[in-house]
């Protein structure tokens, strides 16, 4: 009888351990993260900033995702206007210190207002549409051929 007391005292604190372990893991995710933390340096004038910015000087809604896709085109030009590594993968910030006194800054600033940002989008749309009806041409050539035989 000693020994079934002494087993369940042992499987009482086993339960209450693993309850102690359940509720630690689900209070971590509640938990918001803080910039703190983060593994990456706060960006003190970053490409949030800068749409921000471009939205109100121009009067119209620019997004950071197609100022970035500007951003990396003119880093893949052969002068390159912005010093940018473009690879798979680099996720990097992108971060001027300088603000809008950046020459980078500048140059993007210039480029928008230019209308490089439309330009672009115009270029990816023909692209896209051109890309798009070779595939069709080309899916119509194969079933034209299986019909046949």
Known sequence: MAKSKVK???DEEVELDELDADVETEEAPTKGKSKSKSKEPEVTFGVRDLAEHLSKAMGKQIT???LRTQIRRMAREDTPRVQ????AGNRSRYDWPDGLKDPEVK???AAVTGGELEEGKKAALEKLKADKAAKKEAKAKTEGKKSKK
């Open 64 to 66: 950071p995702k197609d």
């Open 84 to 87: 940018r590594e473009v690879v």
């Open 8 to 10: 369940e005292e042992v």
């Open 107 to 109: 140059a993007i600033i």
